[in-house]
């Protein structure tokens, strides 16, 4: 009998296609943009940054299984997601129409996604908000977006041991550097000739890095990212006097060998005593204690004229425009503002945490404890990055600007370019609603 | 007189050196290219069994291809435990094959009936397929996203068809765009051309079918361009980074490239990123190696006949 060869063909193609029907969803669940039945609860779907952090995730997963314990009615299932694509991942299902309920975000980014209609309104306790460290809430046209478990802030880490070498004073939140005797100092230790450089400004983390922590220079000068009384322009802000003279001091550091323009990745140059002052976050003092332990000095940064200023803001948790159960992703959000949650991550983290309570609850943020400085720091200095949909692009123009001009470009011509960059997006976006 | 063998070596103008000593210029150049491309891999694989503090300290010298220090596997156990690396594994590898298998048939029967059948719109057909090669897949990605959540499928629940939307969060939505390939048409159809047209002929006299010339003359005359094709379709499927992760979410159903960002957190572990990326290489490699004489011998034949 002779065969014909397009059964074959067309039963194959068939086994295979009735294969990826078969495994087209591997939980069985339909997707229905984030709220669906499971035995009575509806399904709350929260997406999250934090793939690979095991510390950090495991305390999501427990503010989850003490909700689920709680409810009747929803029950909130995680998935999570690499961090350096989880925006790209937001973005795409915005498009798709497929957000979850939940969703957490980096705080300059929630009045973008709020503008651009990817979330809504949260309600949360006011008696909760009252305690709340407020750098740590995420607002756009006067509602509330989102609200983060912890901030981050930075310092300048030092060794007390340098310091005294060089006879250098101790700042203080009340009494930090001035520009001149942080130009002095710096000097000092450059010509000293112990270390490498006398400063580490992780400046080979071209991303974020760059304005969370070098624009409060420029805002501590008196410049800005953005006029914030119109949130229109960039002009006068990023480019006038002040801009310039922040441009010029911030180029000097390189120039007069402050500080190196090509650093390690993972920046080990303070704690292999290479370098004798860093710029860093508080997610690194816990490492710096262990190796320097009483020696280490968390230092306020230099006042520029307009006070010692430094970025706020981390990652925060929202609720999708298009979830179909807010008032369930709501009580979630409300139920995991606890005390002990907050806590957890500052234990799994080393961040800050956002009330005086949870503070309480934690080793090194507790009254006396070792970064204690940093929680003074993020509520007397911390500036938040423009609260604009803006923002985005203000972030990389300013990146760029700055990571030109650390290489001997020109600051005027630079900084021009950066506010005409700025400028056009915001006219090519009717002014994003301002 | 005599004459000493050197010197009439290099007196007799007839006299040709010995084939090694003719080889060896033109190792010395290649055996510097192959440096150049071995260098990274040995760096990976030497940094996967050190710790990051030695990783970092040895890059600034030669040390860093060299396997000494304090070596040891935990890299590797770590990587297990941060990431789901055997199941991404396996995603891959179905994606892969699915995408592979898939591709070779369709595109090699496309490639066929552009240069083998007579039909009329064949040239514009070809120079449409062409065209497309021009589009950078990020300009469409978005569209794409969007098409494909709406999309419909057939799903069997309890062996009941049901007529669903959307493929996001599946293969399939991993697999089927990627299935046609306009340059892999482009390479069957240039390949195909080079058998001569009168094995069609005779075949045609013997009351062959097309699909039977395809598969029975075809098919068989055609081993080095489905080889090259297989790896061509392989590699940006394997590395397939942007599209999952706009159009995966759940992670049971994620590629092992999406996998490489679950270490880039606030301290980069970078003896762990050495040993997932060393373990996500090797299949690569070996895929080469099985194919590269088959690839090897399609791409010089191909570049021969334009």
Known sequence: ?434 | MTTSPTSRQISDPTHRPSRRSRVWPRYIPLVGVAIVFIFPLLFMFMSSLKPDAQILADVRSFRAFLPVGELSTDNYSAVFDRVPAWRFMANTIFVVAMVVGFGLIVNSMAGFALSRLQWRGRGIALSIILATLIVPFETIAVPMVWWVAKLPWIEFQDFIPTLTTGWLNTYRVQIIPFIANAFSIFLFAQYFKSIPKELDEAARVDGASWFTIYRKIIVPLSGPAFATVAILTFLPVWNSFLWPIMVVQQEALRPVQVGVQYFFQLETAWGEVMAYTSFITIPVLLFFLVFQRAFVSSIASAGVKG
């Not at chain 1, 290489?407 to 005027?412: E, L, Q, S, T, Y």
């Open chain 1, 1 to 434: 009998m002779r065969r014909n060869p397009w059964l074959g063909i067309v039963a194959g193609l068939g086994a295979v296609t009735l294969t990826l029907a078969g495994c087209g969803s591997s939980d069985g669940s339909t997707d229905d943009g984030g709220a669906g039945g499971n035995g009575g609860l509806s399904t709350l779907k929260l997406w999250y940054h934090g793939a690979g952090n095991d510390a950090e995730r495991t305390v999501v997963e427990q503010q989850i299984a003490d909700f689920n314990a709680s409810q009747e009615d929803y029950e909130v299932v995680l998935e999570s997601f690499p961090q350096a694509s989880y925006n790209d991942s937001v973005v795409a299902a915005a498009v798709a129409g497929d957000l979850p309920c939940l969703l957490d975000m980096d705080g300059p980014i929630v009045p973008n996604w709020a503008w651009g209609g990817y979330v809504q309104p949260i309600e949360v306790d006011q008696a909760i908000l009252d305690t709340w460290l407020p750098s740590a809430m995420g607002y756009y046209q006067d509602d509330l977006y989102a609200i983060g478990y912890w901030d981050a802030a930075i310092g300048m880490y030092a060794r007390q041991s340098v310091l005294d070498t060089y006879d250098i004073r101790i700042p203080t939140s009340d009494d930090p550097w001035s520009g001149e005797e942080f130009e002095a100092i710096l000097q000092t230790i450059t010509e000293g000739g112990e270390f490498d450089y006398a400063l580490d400004l992780g400046v080979n983390d071209v991303s974020e890095w760059y304005p969370y922590a070098f624009s409060p220079q420029l805002q501590s000068f008196g410049g800005d990212l953005i006029d914030r009384d119109t949130y229109l322009t960039a002009k006068g802000a990023l480019n006038g006097p002040e801009a310039l003279e922040w441009g010029n001091w911030w180029q000097g550091l390189f120039e007069k060998g402050y500080a190196s323009t090509t650093e390690q990745d993972g920046n080990p140059e303070f704690l292999e005593g290479r370098v004798a002052l860093q710029l860093n976050g508080n997610w690194g003092g816990v490492q710096a204690l262990e190796e320097f332990g009483d020696d280490m000095l968390f230092l306020p940064m230099p006042d520029f004229g307009e006070g010692p200023v430094i970025g706020g803001q981390s990652w925060m948790f929202g609720i999708s425009a298009t979830c179909e159960h807010p008032e369930g992703a709501n009580a979630y959000i409300n139920f995991s503002l606890k005390d002990e949650y907050v806590a957890d991550f500052t234990t799994a983290l080393g961040l800050i945490p956002t009330t005086e309570a949870a503070a309480a609850m934690t080793e090194y943020y507790q009254p006396g404890g070792a970064l204690e400085p940093f929680k003074e720091y993020s509520e007397r200095f911390a500036l938040i990055r423009p609260p604009t949909p803006a923002y985005s692009v203000i972030s990389s123009v300013f990146t760029k600007a700055a990571e030109d001009i650390k290489n001997g470009a020109d600051v005027k011509a630079t900084l021009d370019q950066a506010v005409a960059e700025i400028d056009a997006d915001i006219a090519a976006n009717d002014g994003y609603g301002n």
